[in-house]
């Protein structure tokens, strides 16, 4: 059975950093895109970054391109979201994906596994 865990968020003031992980199990994701997105009040799920777990290969939304990193560690079976620069509007509730794709996807609907989401709150 898949089963992504996210961790590491929490409040932070504007200006500051924060490091989300999200830890697969379950089978192998070499074949996979795992990717991150986030959900804040009334608003719809959106796309953040994502990462080709075989190569490595990433992508991001524009709103965080130069502000957030995602990488892997293949020997943990974990991925990490490196939020710096955080401003308010990244106030939301961050989940880990995981589609079992041969490349990347920026759909939430393409997604075939989730996390439970970690809160991430930045005062301004």
């Known amino acids: 059975q898949v089963q992504l865990v996210e961790s590491g968020g929490g409040l932070v003031q504007a200006g500051g950093s924060l490091r989300l992980s999200c830890a697969a199990s379950?089978?192998?994701?070499?074949?996979?895109?795992i990717g991150w997105f986030r959900q804040a009040p009334g608003k719809e799920r959106e796309f953040v970054a994502a990462?080709?777990?075989?190569?490595?290969?990433?992508y991001y939304a524009d709103s965080v391109k130069g502000r957030f990193t995602i990488s892997r560690d293949n020997a943990k079976n974990t991925v990490y979201l490196q939020m710096n620069s955080l401003k308010a509007d990244d106030t939301a509730v961050y989940y880990c994906?995981?589609?079992?794709?041969?490349?990347?996807?920026?759909?939430?609907?393409?997604?075939?596994?989730w996390g439970q989401g970690t809160q991430v709150t930045v005062s301004s």
């Open positions: 379950g089978r192998t994701f070499s074949s996979h895109a």
């Open positions: 990462v080709r777990w075989g190569d490595g290969i990433t």
């Open positions: 994906a995981a589609a079992n794709k041969g490349f990347i996807v920026a759909v939430a609907t393409l997604y075939d596994y």
